[in-house]
């Protein structure tokens, strides 16, 4: 099993949705957690933190449920710019950063 | 601000052939790593460094080695290169792996195996 899984989609929606992706991990150890965007053949952009209190930037929010060990992400009012691949990513203090395989978002007109 | 930066960002190879890519970052940062991304495999780690001298590996090792002389630069060496070594690598810093702390990326390095 790997250490992060996340739904590869796509997801495909049109603009102005609002679109939910679930990451879940695997290691209890894990101590922090992050969202991160990459663009097609890109390099991965941190989008955003994810804290345990759940934290919002913008027209996203991100949750962390500890108990069941996942972390989401929410995308409201999807814009044409949102379409890209959503990396989760997950690590633990003094140890390397885990990716996800990444969900891919496609946003139509 | 140049932040992290791989050389080279395109590379054609021989079965067989070696080679070593370069990170440099100017972030004063400690941890440093390198992935590779396949298509539909997302960023597999394969070695990191949470210090100067210092190097530990990853998920995916095997057929890589790595050196962290100084600080600010981490080299990944293909000794024999392999076609299923084909891949984008990505080289990435962070300060101290700590919580909440933010990893940047260099643009990455297209390999190709012949």
């Known amino acids: 099993r790997k250490e992060v899984e996340q739904d590869p989609g796509p997801f495909n929606v049109p603009e102005g949705a609002t679109v939910a992706f679930n990451c879940t991990y695997s290691?209890?150890?894990?101590?922090?957690f992050f969202w991160y965007r990459q663009d097609c053949r890109k390099e991965p952009k941190l989008l955003m933190s994810?804290?345990?209190s759940g934290n919002e930037d913008g027209r996203f929010t991100a949750q962390l449920n500890r108990a069941s060990q996942y972390i989401s992400l929410l995308i409201r009012d999807s814009k044409l710019s949102d379409s890209a691949t959503y990396l989760c990513v997950v690590i633990r203090v003094g140890g390397a950063l885990t990716f996800g395989s990444g969900t891919r978002l496609q946003v139509q007109p | 601000n140049a932040g992290v930066t791989q050389t080279p960002k395109f590379r054609v190879l021989k079965t067989g052939q070696s080679m070593t890519l370069l990170c440099a970052q100017d972030m004063n940062h400690e941890y440093m790593y390198w992935y590779r991304q396949d298509p539909g495999m997302g960023l597999r780690l394969i070695h990191y460094s949470v210090g100067e001298g210092t190097t530990a590996k990853g998920e995916v090792p095997d057929g890589y080695n790595v050196s962290r002389l100084k600080k600010q630069n981490f080299l990944l060496g293909l000794e024999s290169a392999a076609p299923s070594q084909t891949s984008v690598y990505f080289c990435?810093?962070?300060?101290?792996?700590?919580?909440?702390?933010?990893?940047?990326f260099g643009q990455g390095t297209r390999l190709t195996v012949v």
């Open positions: 994810v804290y345990s």
């Open positions: 990435a810093s962070s300060y101290r792996g700590r919580v909440g702390t933010e990893a940047f």
């Open positions: 290691n209890s150890a894990s101590q922090s």
